[in-house]
């Protein structure tokens, strides 16, 4: 089986800096995906990561360690319009399978 | 370059009714994922077309059944409608078939049953 595990909900500060959070448990690994979902919109590709580091692609970085089954998403330079859910998911093979199974997101609150 | 189309954007219907939900790739795609995501939960798979075959299917019932044309695009059918179907359904393209790395969705329709 699998299992996702984010945060519900985190609070920043715009300007600063958030980690949000992935640990999953799965048979096998074949990829790490973020997205990132407006409410009421579709959600957008943020970063897919299938070996060990850090990804970093302008203010936004995404990070592995598949022996911890452990992800973050680092975001900096808060802005507003970074308020919106954030989605972790992981794609296990085991099985034929290379469908993506997705976390239930974490909704993140920038404030001034 | 289009991306990932789907129609419509908003319906209602009433418990036991019948729908049928369209979905575009984006253009140079050739595999359509269907996923129904309920408010506060992530997006959960139903099934996945490629050469227009139905090749991987999540955990839904038969009510739930999908169709891919020559042209790619793919239509998601649900019968018997019940309230628990009311939700956003989401249209995901990519390349290759099941492994394709990136995958773009549509914006999704939502699907209210009363």
């Known amino acids: 089986g699998q299992n996702i595990d984010q945060p519900t909900e985190m609070t920043a500060t715009e300007g600063a800096i958030v980690q949000i959070n992935c640990t999953y448990q799965t048979s096998g690994f074949n990829g790490l995906f973020w997205y990132q979902q407006h409410a009421g919109e579709a959600p957008t590709f943020l970063s897919y990561n299938v070996l060990d580091g850090l990804e970093e692609k302008g203010r936004f970085s995404s990070f592995l360690s598949r022996s911890k089954g452990y992800s973050y998403l680092l975001l900096k330079e808060l802005q507003m319009k970074d308020s919106a859910s954030y989605l972790c998911a992981v794609r296990d093979p085991t099985g034929g399978s290379y469908i993506p199974t997705f976390g239930r997101g974490t909704s993140l609150i920038v404030h001034p | 370059d289009a991306g990932v189309t789907q129609s419509p954007t908003h319906l209602i219907k009433t418990r036991g009714q019948q729908v049928t939900l369209r979905c575009s790739p984006k253009?140079?795609?050739?595999?359509v994922s269907w996923y129904q995501q309920a408010l506060g939960q992530g997006p959960q798979f139903i099934f996945q077309?490629?050469?227009?075959?139905?090749?991987q299917r999540g955990n839904f019932p038969d009510r739930f059944s999908g169709h891919q044309f020559p042209n790619y695009s793919s239509e998601l059918n649900v019968n018997a409608l019940l309230l628990g179907d009311s939700a956003l359904y989401l249209c995901?393209?990519?390349?290759?078939?099941?492994?394709?790395?990136?995958?773009?969705f549509g914006e999704g329709s939502w699907l209210t049953v009363v």
């Open positions: 253009s140079g795609h050739d595999t």
């Open positions: 077309y490629y050469e227009e075959e139905e090749r």
């Open positions: 995901a393209s990519s390349l290759g078939g099941a492994s394709g790395n990136t995958i773009y």
